[in-house]
Structures are given as structure tokens and as C-alpha cells.
């Protein structure tokens, strides 16, 4: 047989799907013919193919939406960075400097067992108000205090030392309140 037709049965006879006849036909060829049987002999032998990297194509659309997701997520951290920072001011604001109302009383020495009424109302009527009164550190003895609503029922009476503040947190924000006092001659008060 020529060696032409053997080279070309060879990937057959290799893998064992030839028929029998062809194989021994191959075998007898491969004995007498050396150049025949070292291009079998190479077939034998394992081809190492070197794998190549995966390159992974990037539409322009995934660099388009990579690039939207990412101004998207820096927008957002800035705007939760101006939130905080707009936070801590208002809170440093809120804390340093209340909004205050000053009430002032004054009579005479014989009439301060007599309950009398502040000239206006207090009003709680920003978020900003804690709520307290402190009386005035000058003052030598305690201030009774009662606060009535709208309709004229007291609704909180408390008692003031001199320089403490004193929780107003049942009276409720937006309401206007009389404040009627009855103590010192003369009374500093300051609502916060």
C-alpha cells in the first residue's frame, strides 16, 4: 500500500476505529516503512496545547452602566455626607442657642404670697425650644409657677429654684400658655 493512504488511515488506526483488515494491512505497512512509523510514533506522542487567556469583550453598554452605577453610588454618599454634615450644625445650633422667652414680674414686698400673671402668654412654638424655665440666680428664695392653657385650666403648677432649669415637657409645643407666679418681689424668668 503507498505511504500516502497509510498517513491518512493513521488517525483511524490510532484511535482503533479502523476494521480489522485495514488495521493489519497499517501494522505490515508501519514494519517495512520507517518514515510511516515515525509519523505514527509522533501521533502517539500527547499534544500540549498552551491555554490561552479568556478575553472577556466589554460592550459598551457594561462600561455605560458601570460608569452610571458609579456616579450614582458617589451621589449618593455625598449626599449622605452633606445630610450628616447639615445634621451635626443643626444639632451644635440646637444645642448652643435655643430660642428664649423672658418673663418678668415685679410688685411690692407685701404682695408676693399673691399669685399675678405675666403680661403675655409663652408659646413652645419651635422645634428648637427644650422646654424649661430657669429663674434668675439673683432671686433669694423658690418661685411657684402654674401655667394654664387657652381655656383657663392650670395645667402644670411647678416650683423654681434659683439657676436650675425645670422641665416644662408636659406642655405641649404650639400652645400658648399664662404663666402666673407667686414668690419674690421681683422675678426673672427665662423659658427656653
Known amino acids: 500500500m503507498r505511504c500516502e493512504v497509510i498517513q491518512d488511515l493513521l488517525p483511524l ?19 517495512a516503512c520507517p518514515d510511516c512509523a515515525r509519523a505514527a510514533e509522533r501521533m502517539r506522542e500527547t499534544v500540549r496545547v498552551e491555554e490561552t487567556p479568556v478575553i472577556r469583550a466589554e460592550s459598551p453598554f457594561y462600561v455605560f452602566q458601570k ?4 456616579r450614582t453610588l458617589l451621589a449618593v454618599l455625598v449626599t449622605l455626607a452633606v445630610c450628616f454634615a447639615a445634621f451635626c450644625v443643626w444639632q451644635a445650633f440646637a ?5 428664649s422667652q ?28 427644650r422646654r424649661e424655665v430657669t429663674l434668675d440666680i439673683d432671686c433669694t ?4 409657677l ?16 434659683p439657676g ?4 416644662l415637657e408636659d406642655l405641649e409645643r404650639g400652645q400658648p400658655y399664662t404663666v402666673e407666679m407667686r414668690g419674690e418681689p421681683f422675678i426673672y424668668l427665662v423659658f427656653r
Do not use: M
Request: with cysteine; proline share 5%.
Open 141 to 144: 428664695g423658690t418661685v411657684d
Open 67 to 70: 460608569k452610571v452605577f458609579l
Open 146 to 161: 402654674r401655667f394654664r392653657d387657652e381655656a383657663g385650666n392650670a395645667v402644670l403648677e411647678v416650683e423654681a429654684l
Open 13 to 31: 488506526y490510532q484511535d482503533g476505529l479502523c476494521s480489522p483488515v485495514t488495521a493489519e494491512l497499517v501494522r505490515q505497512h508501519l514494519s
Open 164 to 167: 436650675q432649669a425645670v422641665s
Open 102 to 129: 423672658i418673663v418678668t414680674s415685679r410688685v411690692a414686698a407685701e404682695e408676693t404670697d399673691q399669685w399675678r400673671r405675666a403680661e403675655e402668654p409663652v408659646v413652645f412654638d419651635s422645634i428648637f425650644h
Open 95 to 99: 444645642e448652643s442657642s435655643p430660642p
